[in-house]
Nanobody
Framework: QVQVVESGGGLVQTGGSLRLSCTASGLTFDDYAMGWFRQAPGKEREGVSCISWSGDRTYYADSVKGRFTISRDNAKNTLYLQMNSLKPEDTAMYYC???????????????????WGQGTQVTVSS
């Protein structure tokens, strides 16, 4: 059974930092491209960042470029998102996903083998 579990969310002031972690089990972690998505109340889910299975390729949404850094440790089956210079508009539930990526023009989700966590809340106060 595949499990994807996020952690590290919380309440932080504008300009602060948080580091999200995502641990996946029940799958061969380094077979999967991984990504972070977020959804704010009343808004659609949006892709934030993704990373290739080997970690050599990354993508960032324009809204977070230069502030967020995605990384992975395949030996620990763990994905990370370092978030710096946080803004109130970063407030959202953040989700980790396996089997997702950016194909150069849009986000894609593997039709069968995609797995999602329950999310971790990030709240940035002004």
């Amino acid at each position: 059974q595949v499990q994807v579990v996020e952690s590290g969310g919380g309440l932080v002031q504008t300009g602060g930092s948080l580091r999200l972690s995502c641990t996946a089990s029940g799958l061969t972690f380094d077979d999967y491209a991984m990504g972070w998505f977020r959804q704010a109340p009343g808004k659609e889910r949006e892709g934030v960042s993704c990373i290739s299975w080997s970690g050599d390729r990354t993508y960032y949404a324009d809204s977070v470029k230069g502030r967020f850094t995605i990384s992975r440790d395949n030996a620990k089956n763990t994905l990370y998102l370092q978030m710096n210079s946080l803004k109130p508009e970063d407030t959202a539930m953040y989700y980790c996903a396996a089997g997702v990526g950016w194909d150069g023009g849009s986000w894609y989700v593997a039709p069968k083998n995609n797995y999602w966590g329950q999310g971790t809340q990030v709240t940035v106060s002004s």
